[in-house]
């Protein structure tokens, strides 16, 4: 029985976990029109991950040499950017509200933040 509450116990501090970290509105407003045509779950177009949630932020990106099990948020403010992203794509485009917004995310660690309501 004790056993089943410690299971029990870790199911609810791991779901509150997750519902406690989520994009900031204002970024997750601009990844779901910027990004998500692609970075859909799954992904579209040859997208390499998905860009719907926080924890696909955090999740590590590999592509050698330059990545090596970098952080998912890493790459978004590299490729952001460059410019190299998001690519071409009928009624998809980045504002330069919409990169100073995801840029400031990104030098500031790419915090957690209030969800969309």
């Known amino acids: ?16 976990s997750e519902t406690d970290e989520a994009l900031p509105c204002d970024v997750a407003t601009v990844m779901r029109a910027s990004c998500e045509p692609c970075h859909s779950s799954p992904p579209v177009h040859g997208a390499l991950m998905p860009l719907v949630t926080f924890e696909d932020t955090r999740a590590p990106f590999t592509a050698l040499p330059t990545y090596d099990a970098t952080p998912v948020w890493q790459v978004i403010g590299d490729v952001v950017q460059s410019g190299w992203m998001p690519q071409p794509l009928e ?5 330069t509200g919409g ?4 840029l400031d995310w990104v030098g500031r ?5 209030e969800a969309c309501p």
């Open 1 to 16: 029985m004790g056993r089943a509450i410690g299971a029990l116990c870790l199911g609810v501090v791991a779901c509150a």
């Open 109 to 113: 660690g790419a915090p957690s933040g």
């Open 99 to 102: 990169r100073d917004t995801l």
């Open 91 to 95: 009624g998809v485009s980045l504002s």
